[in-house]
């Protein structure tokens, strides 16, 4: 999720692999059906690495597994 210290700088928009972010009414969002956050392709969160107010953080109320989040990447990409 982004949180309110977005300061709507767009820096996490373009490095999202799943095109899960997208400017919102105030600031940035993230679709959570659309963010694996960023398994398997990426060792780290690429929004969360280019955020310069740390505002791309974990949502605690959607965790999901690694598995969940490979076969959500799969479902995005339609791989098999």
Do not use: W
């Not at 928009?13 to 694996?36: K, Q």
């Not at 989040?69 to 098999?80: F, R």
């Amino acid at each position: 999720m982004i949180n309110d210290n977005c300061i709507s700088c767009g820096a996490c928009e373009p490095e999202c692999p799943n095109e899960a972010i997208s400017e919102g009414d105030v600031t940035f969002v993230i679709d959570p059906d659309r963010c694996t956050e960023c398994v398997p392709v990426h060792d780290e969160q690429q929004c969360a690495a280019v955020c310069p107010v740390d505002a791309c953080v974990p949502d605690p109320d959607k965790r999901e597994t690694r598995e969940q989040l490979e076969e959500k990447y799969k479902g995005i990409h339609e791989l098999k």
